[in-house]
């Protein structure tokens, strides 16, 4: 076998030979290369020069990229934090493609983000919709889109108007996979009628806000508060806000009907005094309601589970999807074999459904985030010894990052280098 000539020309600075090699690739084969990436290191290369970053802002390199993947998105869920500017949520799946994923000191799995510009600003998350963060600055009810993959952020105008708001809420439009229109909706009772409800629109088509009066039926607003109604719900292009207190379900449409909302009576039986002992989100596209009975652990056993599924949005109507009277628990967790006889009543409370998975439902237990599946029974711990408050349903936004994140207009923060 003959000798290689093992004579080569002289070798260029390898940082050199790697950034020419690379500057001369054409578009296509760029675009191939990236497109091959996770979402995060894609977005993290808009940095490396001005022609990477206009490959990466085109929307067919997003397209192009989401035909290759299979995989559904991933999920997780946000938790409001008023304490200081930082995000916390929880990931509850091995692969975590978008945020990086750390371990803290005790072991659960969690990672904060900072929204650069705001600190030291209180800020809390207070919705989401299509990929997209509603935060608030509690002490000056300035509002922000926060786009927690590429970390873009942009404020929203505050209102002009008198606001002393209950709730809040985000409705997107979004066409081929980019954001073409959003609405802040701020939702507070009418000062002057307990039969109305006001709703404070900021349109960024507009860039403007209005009022709209809305009548309630059965004097709604005497008992509407902050206390009593969930977190907004998208879906439909429409809002949900549930009102545990009186059981129902406020309907509105800022995009396409604004003037008025609707009314949708929540299933099973009318709430008393305890409004923690139920949760409703979007789950496998739907929407779904889950309530526990009495938030009461007794011998292993929970003393009754019910999930409906919003059929007919339309005509408000429900379909019982399970209904268990006393359902057997079962758990590997030693620890949480021991303690789950003795909790207290409140204990165990209902925080989400998972996004993508209608038999996962997610509970605040004894300091612990667990999941529980209504079909084996199951009790599984995902975040051990969480150092924070007690969580209930209000505290919790379930999110799926999608495979390509939408870009916000008006940014004013673009954290390029952020190794978070």
């Keep these: 076998m003959n000798q290689q000539d093992t004579h080569t020309a002289p070798d260029l600075p390898e940082s050199d030979n790697h950034s020419d090699c690379i500057s001369r690739l054409p578009d296509s084969i760029l675009i191939e290369i990236l497109s091959r990436l996770p979402t995060k290191i894609i977005f993290q290369s808009k940095c490396v020069s001005k022609r990477w970053r206009s490959l990466i802002s085109d929307p067919g390199l997003g397209q192009f990229h989401t035909s290759k993947i299979s995989s559904p998105p991933e999920t997780t869920l946000f938790l409001r934090s008023v304490v200081n500017p930082k995000f916390r949520f929880f990931n509850f799946s091995s692969n975590f493609v978008s945020i990086q994923v750390e371990k803290s000191g005790d ?67 979004v066409e081929g996979g980019i954001l073409k229109l959003y609405c802040l909706v701020l939702i507070q009772r009418a000062i002057d009628s307990l039969e109305t409800l006001n709703f404070q629109i900021y349109s960024s088509g507009s860039n403007g806000w209005r009022v709209v009066r809305s009548s309630c039926p059965g004097q709604l607003g005497r008992v509407f508060s902050e206390y009593s ?56 596209g739907r929407i779904r309601y889950f309530e526990v009975e009495n938030l009461s652990i007794q011998r292993h056993t929970f003393p009754g589970i019910r999930v ?35 909790m207290p009543r409140m204990s ?24 529980y599946n209504v079909r084996s029974k199951r009790l599984v711990i995902e975040v051990e010894n969480y150092a924070g408050k007690l969580l209930c349903y209000k505290d919790v936004f379930p999110f799926v990052f999608p495979h390509w994140p939408m870009s916000i207009p008006e940014i004013l923060t673009k954290n390029c280098d952020s190794d978070v």
């Excluded at 990672?111 to 919709?129: A, D, F, K």
């Excluded at 879906?235 to 009314?263: E, S, T």
């Excluded at 007919?312 to 789950?340: I, N, P, Q, Y």
């Design 107 to 173: 072991g659960s799995l969690f990672s904060t983000l900072i929204v650069n510009g705001l600190h030291p600003r209180p800020v809390e998350i207070v919705g989401s919709c299509d990929g997209l963060l509603l935060c608030s600055d509690a002490r000056d009810l300035v509002y922000y889109l926060f786009n927690p993959i590429t970390k873009d952020i942009t404020a929203i105008p505050p209102s002009p108007f008198p606001c002393h708001s209950v709730g809040c809420g985000l409705i997107c439009k």
């Design 308 to 342: 409906w599924v919003l059929s007919d949005h339309e005509k408000g109507e429900w379909v019982l999807e399970h209904h268990v009277a006393r359902s057997a628990f079962f758990t590997d967790d030693g620890c949480l074999k021991r303690e789950m006889p003795l």
């Design 229 to 284: 109604i969930s977190p907004a719900i998208p879906y439909k292009g429409m809002l949900h806000w549930v009102h545990l207190a009186q059981g129902v379900m406020i309907v509105y449409d800022p995009l396409g009907n604004p003037d008025q909302c609707r009314f949708i009576d929540l299933p099973g039986e009318k709430p008393r005094y305890d409004m923690f002992n139920r949760v409703c989100n979007v789950c496998e």
């Design 348 to 371: 165990l409370m209902p925080l989400a459904f998972s996004p993508l998975n209608k038999d996962i439902v997610y509970f605040w237990c004894a300091f612990c985030i667990v999941s």
